[in-house]
C-alpha cells in the first residue's frame, strides 16, 4: 500500500513537472540541439538519474561534516554541471558534447548568447520541486508563535529584511558598474531609479532570505529553544520568510512595470511611478488578499477535501493541486510561483489535514528536492564563479549580507529589552540563507535578470552565510550570561528533561508518539529540523522543544510545563507497554515445535553459502557453567579472545545478549539454546559452539536455561552481529536451527569432541 501512495504521488509529481516544462515563460531559450523527441527523453533520464544519486551522496557527506544536506546537494550540481563534469564529452556520437552538454553551452557562452544551463524539461523538474518545498514551508510555519510574538518578531525580521534589502541593492548598484562593463548603465541613473532595476533589485531580495531549519538545530543542541533569543529567532525567521516573499512579490511587480514601461516607450526610460507604485500595490493585495482568503476557507476546504476523498494519499494529492493551482494564478498575476505554494501551505497549516499531507508528500519531497539544490548548483559556471571580480564582489556582498543581518535584527531586539549580547545572538541566528536565497536566485537567471556572475555571487553568499553562521552563534551562546536586560524569574526559564531510551528505534518511536500524544490534545506541533529530529509542540502560553539525540529525548520546558510533559510521558509509555505485551505474547510451545518440525531450509552451506559463517565460530565442546549467565560471558570472552578485530566491547557484547534473553529466552527443543544479540561493538558476524560437559550438576545442564520441551541444554550456539550494518544475521540463525533439529543433527554434534569434527559437521549438512 505504502508503495502504491508513493508510486500515485511521483506520477502526480511528474505529470506536474510535464506541465511546467510546456509554460511559454520560464528560462531564457535552452540551446536546440537538434535531437529527436526520443533521444531528448533519453537525455533526461539519464541526468536525472545521475542527479538523484550526486545529490543524495552529495548530502550525505555534507550531513556526515555536520553541515545543512542541501550545501552537499549544491556541490554536487556544481561538479556534474556542464560546466564540469557534466560537459566532458565521450565517444563521437550522442554523447560527444557531455551528458549535460557542456561542450554545446560554452560555445553559446562563447558567443555572449542568452541560454540557460538546463533543458526545459529538466527546468520544470526543478520548478516544481521549488513549489512543493515552499507548500511544505508554508504547511511548518507556527502560525501562533507568528501572532503571539508578532511585535517582536516583526520589529526584528522588519528590522532584517529592510536593512538587508537596502544595503544588498545599493551594494548592486555601486559595485556592478566597477566590476562588469554590461551593468555600466547603473552608475548614469539616479539611485532610486537604478534600485529599481532587475539585477540590484533580485540581490536585495536574495539577502533578505533566512533559513530557520538551521539556527533550530543550534538553538536546540545548546539548549536555547526556549530561551529569550530562541524564541525571538524563531518568531522572527517565520515573520523574515513572510515578509522575504512579500518583497519578491512588489519586486516582480516592479519590474513588471518597468518593462511594461518600455514597450510602451517611455521617453528616455522615464517611470512611471503612478504605474509603478499601481503595479507593487497589486502584488501586496494579491498576497494579503489570497493569505487571508486562504486562511479563512482553510477549514472549510479541508473538510471538503476529507468529506469527499477521504483516502489520505488522495487528499495529499488533492492538496498539492490546490497548491498547484494557486502557484499558477499568483504566476499569472505576475508574482513568483513560489509565493502562492507558500500561501496554500500556510492556510492548511491550522488544519488536521497539515500532518496526513506532510507524510504523504514526504516520498515527492524526497525525490524532487534534492533535484531542485543540484540543478541549482548545475547552473554555476565554474569559471565564472572562480573569476577575480566574482570572488571580491562575492566577498564584499557577502559581508554586507552577514553584516546587514547582524545589525538590522540586532537594532530592533535592543528596544525590545535585549541586550548587546542578546542582540548578537538573534542577529547572528537570522544568518543562514538557505533554500529560498536559492529559490530566489533560481528565479532571478531563469528569467534572465541575472547573470552567471551575479547568479554565482548569489550562490557564493549562500554558502559562506550557512557554513559561518553555526560556529558564530554556538560562540555567542557560550558565555552565561543573559541576553536580556531583565531576565525572567528563574521558576519560569525553561530548563532541560533528558528520557535515556534502550535504543535508537525505540526512541525514534517514542518520540513519534509524544509528538502524536500532544497533537491529539490539541497542541500546534511543528517539525523544525528533520535531519535533527527537532519539534516544537505550542498551545496557548505553552511552548515546548522535543529533539532526539541517538538513544535519547530531550524536553525543554518551563517547571509549570513539566506536569503536562510527565503526563503524557507516562500516557505513551503506558501505551508502548501494553503494545509490547501484545507483541510478546508467547506462542504455545506445540506449535513452535510444529513450525520447527515443517520447516525446510534452502540455504546452501560450503565456502559460498551462509554455511560458511560457521567455519570462523569459536568451537568449545567439553564446555562447563553453572548457569545461564555464566554460560553467556565465558562464550563471549573466547569470542573476544580468538577473534579480536570482530569483537571490540565484550561486556556490551555480553549486555546485549542478556538483553535479548531477557526479552524472550531462546531455548529450542531437544536441549538446543541459540543465544544471541545484536551489538554496534560487533564487526560483521562472529559467535561460538559449545557442547556441554556439566556431568558434575544436577541433570548434567544449565537448571536456569528454559527450552520448549523443557529439555536439559547440552548445545549453546551464541552469535554475535553488527546492529548497525547489513548482515545475514536471520539466515544464519535459520540455518543453526535446522541443521541441529534435521537427521538427528542435535545427537551427532553432541557426540563431537574436538573443535574438527565440529567444524566437519557443519560442513556436512545439506
Not at 554590461?182 to 534600485?195: I, Q, S
Not at 524526497?366 to 569559471?383: E, R
Not at 535592543?414 to 536565497?437: D, H
Not at 548434567?700 to 552469535?719: A, F, H, Q, R
Given at each position: ?8 504521488l511521483?506520477?502526480?509529481?511528474m ?7 510546456a ?23 539519464l ?25 552537499g ?42 541560454f ?151 521617453a528616455g ?74 500561501v ?13 499531507i ?107 552565510t ?7 552563534l ?47 490534545e ?33 524536553v ?8 503536562i ?5 507516562m ?10 505485551r ?177 567444524r ?7
Amino acid at each position: 500500500m505504502k508503495k502504491t501512495k508513493t508510486l500515485l504521488l511521483a506520477a502526480t509529481a511528474m505529470t506536474a513537472a510535464c506541465v511546467f516544462a510546456a509554460h511559454e515563460g520560464g528560462p531564457p531559450p535552452y540551446p536546440n540541439f537538434g535531437l529527436p523527441r526520443v533521444e531528448e527523453m533519453m537525455f533526461l533520464v539519464l541526468q536525472i538519474g545521475v542527479i538523484i544519486f550526486a545529490a543524495k551522496l552529495g548530502g550525505m557527506l555534507a550531513s556526515f561534516a555536520r553541515l545543512p544536506s542541501i550545501l552537499g546537494e549544491l556541490a554536487a550540481g556544481v561538479i556534474i554541471g556542464p560546466w564540469a563534469l557534466g560537459g566532458i564529452g565521450f565517444g563521437s556520437g550522442l554523447f560527444a558534447g557531455g551528458l549535460f552538454h557542456g561542450a554545446e553551452l560554452r560555445s553559446y557562452a562563447e558567443a555572449g548568447q542568452m541560454f540557460d544551463a538546463t533543458s526545459p524539461a529538466l527546468y520544470g523538474i526543478a520548478t516544481l520541486a521549488s513549489v512543493i518545498l515552499l507548500f511544505l514551508s508554508g504547511l511548518e510555519t507556527n502560525l501562533k508563535m507568528f501572532l503571539r510574538y508578532s511585535f517582536v518578531g516583526l520589529m526584528v525580521g522588519l528590522g532584517g529584511v529592510l536593512v538587508s534589502f537596502v544595503l544588498g541593492d545599493v551594494c548592486a548598484i555601486y559595485l556592478l558598474p566597477r566590476f562588469f562593463g554590461h551593468f555600466a548603465y547603473l552608475g548614469e541613473l539616479p539611485l532610486v531609479e537604478a534600485m529599481t532595476k532587475e539585477a540590484p533589485l533580485y540581490m536585495g531580495i536574495m539577502s533578505t532570505a533566512t533559513s530557520v531549519g538551521i539556527t533550530a538545530r543550534i538553538l536546540s543542541e545548546k539548549k536555547k529553544m526556549d530561551s529569550e533569543e530562541g524564541v525571538t529567532i524563531m518568531a522572527g525567521a517565520v515573520i523574515d520568510d513572510v515578509l522575504g516573499l512579500i518583497v519578491l512579490a512588489i519586486g516582480n511587480g516592479i519590474i513588471a512595470a518597468n518593462q511594461a514601461a518600455a514597450r510602451a516607450g517611455a521617453a528616455g526610460g522615464t517611470m512611471d511611478w503612478g504605474e509603478i507604485g499601481f503595479v507593487a500595490a497589486k502584488a501586496f493585495g494579491v498576497w494579503i488578499v489570497a493569505t487571508a482568503v486562504g486562511l479563512l476557507a482553510a477549514r472549510w476546504i479541508a473538510k471538503f477535501l476529507k468529506k469527499v476523498f477521504k483516502s489520505p494519499v488522495v487528499i495529499a494529492t488533492m492538496a498539492f493541486g490546490l497548491a498547484l493551482v494557486l502557484a499558477g494564478f499568483f504566476e499569472f498575476m505576475g508574482l513568483a510561483m513560489i509565493i502562492g505554494a507558500y500561501v496554500m501551505g500556510l492556510a492548511l497549516s491550522r488544519t488536521d489535514l497539515k500532518h496526513p499531507i506532510q507524510e504523504m508528500l514526504t516520498p515527492v519531497y524526497t525525490f524532487l528536492v534534492p533535484i531542485f539544490f543540484c540543478s541549482m548548483g548545475m547552473m554555476v559556471d565554474m569559471s565564472a564563479l572562480c573569476s577575480r571580480p566574482v570572488l571580491i564582489f562575492g566577498g564584499i556582498y557577502t559581508l554586507i549580507a552577514v553584516a546587514a543581518k547582524v545589525l538590522g535584527c540586532m537594532i530592533p531586539s535592543m528596544f525590545c529589552g535585549f541586550n548587546v549580547l542578546g542582540g548578537l545572538r538573534i542577529g547572528a541566528g537570522m544568518v543562514p540563507r538557505g533554500e529560498v536565497a536559492l529559490i530566489i536566485a533560481g528565479l532571478g537567471l531563469s528569467s534572465g535578470y541575472l547573470t552567471q556572475e551575479i547568479f554565482g555571487i548569489g550562490i557564493l553568499m549562500t554558502l559562506v552565510t550557512t557554513v559561518v553562521a553555526p560556529p558564530a552563534l554556538v560562540g555567542l551562546f557560550t558565555p552565561k550570561a543573559k541576553g536580556v536586560r531583565h531576565p525572567k524569574p528563574s521558576k519560569d526559564r525553561a530548563r532541560e528533561i533528558c528520557f535515556e531510551l534502550g535504543g535508537d528505534e525505540v526512541a525514534d518511536l517514542m518520540l513519534e508518539r509524544l509528538v502524536s500524544e500532544f497533537r491529539d490534545e490539541g497542541f500546534f506541533t511543528s517539525l523544525l529540523s528533520k535531519e535533527d529530529h527537532i519539534w516544537e509542540v505550542a498551545m496557548d502560553d505553552m511552548e515546548i522543544s522535543l529533539r532526539r539525540e541517538r538513544r535519547n529525548i530531550y524536553v525543554s520546558c518551563t517547571p509549570a510545563e513539566e506536569a503536562i510533559v510527565m503526563t503524557a510521558w507516562m500516557e505513551v509509555a503506558s501505551q508502548m507497554n501494553d503494545l509490547a505485551r501484545s507483541i510478546s505474547k508467547p506462542i504455545r510451545r506445540e506449535d513452535v515445535d510444529r513450525m520447527l518440525t515443517k520447516t525446510t531450509t534452502s540455504v546452501k552451506t560450503g565456502s559460498s553459502g551462509i554455511g560458511r559463517y560457521l567455519q570462523g565460530f569459536v568451537m568449545l565442546p567439553g564446555f562447563k557453567a553453572s548457569s545461564k549467565r555464566e554460560a553467556i560471558e565465558k562464550m563471549v570472552n573466547e569470542i573476544a579472545a580468538a577473534c579480536p578485530r570482530h569483537v571490540k566491547n565484550a561486556a556490551a557484547a555480553t549486555e546485549a545478549v542478556l538483553r535479548r534473553e531477557a526479552s524472550m529466552p531462546t531455548g529450542l527443543d531437544h536441549g538446543i539454546a541459540v543465544p544471541h544479540g545484536r551489538t554496534p561493538d560487533v564487526v560483521g558476524i562472529a559467535g561460538a559452539v559449545a557442547i556441554l560437559d556439566n556431568s558434575g550438576t544436577a541433570n548434567g545442564s544449565l537448571p536456569d536455561y528454559e527450552t520448549i520441551d523443557n529439555s536439559p541444554v547440552s548445545i549453546i550456539v551464541l552469535t554475535l552481529a553488527n546492529s548497525e550494518t547489513q548482515t545475514p544475521y536471520l539466515q544464519l540463525m535459520s540455518f543453526i536451527s535446522k541443521a541441529l533439529r534435521g537427521n538427528n543433527g542435535y545427537g551427532r554434534l553432541a557426540a563431537c569432541t574436538t573443535p574438527d569434527e565440529m567444524r566437519r559437521f557443519f560442513r556436512e549438512v545439506r
